[in-house]
């Protein structure tokens, strides 16, 4: 306790804070000591609270019980994780730092990764129509670029003998001459004869 006076009591004063462990108040590292009466005559009335990002109720006399979700405290809008993934803190004691985890969200793919965003992919020919991968029948799906913030650009190809330009997020327009395809020397026709294919 501390306090002088002259010719009078002294007004002693005590924190218990730092009385009872002045390098961490008494209470866990990452807390705050108070003591809410310094009186000397009033003791036993210190409390621990949480220091922000981490929380936790106060508590009377012993260390309070704190916690810290990473991904909320460090960045609510991305939770440290890229757009189109979801963060997850493992462990959310305010003393277990660095263990959230990052995984893709569908349906992109990829493996969740600990303590940084994870590398995301998504094929969109699988992804949006396994069957017929956005093209129609006798096409070919390839998508270019399958990173999950690449999208739209995946491509459609022509099937052999089907002819037609490759086509970007939609079906390509294949064309089939039977005539040239069937037999290129005769045209399935006879010599001295035209083969036309009336709808290619």
Known sequence: ATGTATANAALCIIDECYADCATCGTCCSGQTCT???????????????????????????????????????????????????TCIDT???????????????????????????????IDEC????????????KQTC?????????LSDWECSCDAPSIGSTTVAQAANCTIDECTTSCPTCGTCPPKQTCTDTNT
């Open 35 to 85: 003591d809410t009466n310094t009186s000397a005559y009033s003791l036993s009335d210190w409390e621990c609270s949480c220091n922000l990002p981490s929380t936790g109720d106060t508590t009377s006399l012993k260390a309070a019980n704190c916690t810290t979700d990473e991904c909320v405290a460090q960045c609510a809008s991305c939770a440290w994780c890229f757009e189109k993934q």
């Open 91 to 121: 462990n959310t004691s305010a003393y277990s730092l660095s263990d959230w985890e990052c995984s893709c969200d569908a349906p992109s793919i990829g493996n969740t990764t600990v303590a940084q965003a994870a590398n995301c992919i």
């Open 126 to 137: 699988v992804a949006q129509c396994a069957s017929c991968a956005w093209c129609f029948e």
């Open 142 to 150: 390839i998508d270019t670029n399958t990173s999950a913030y690449s």
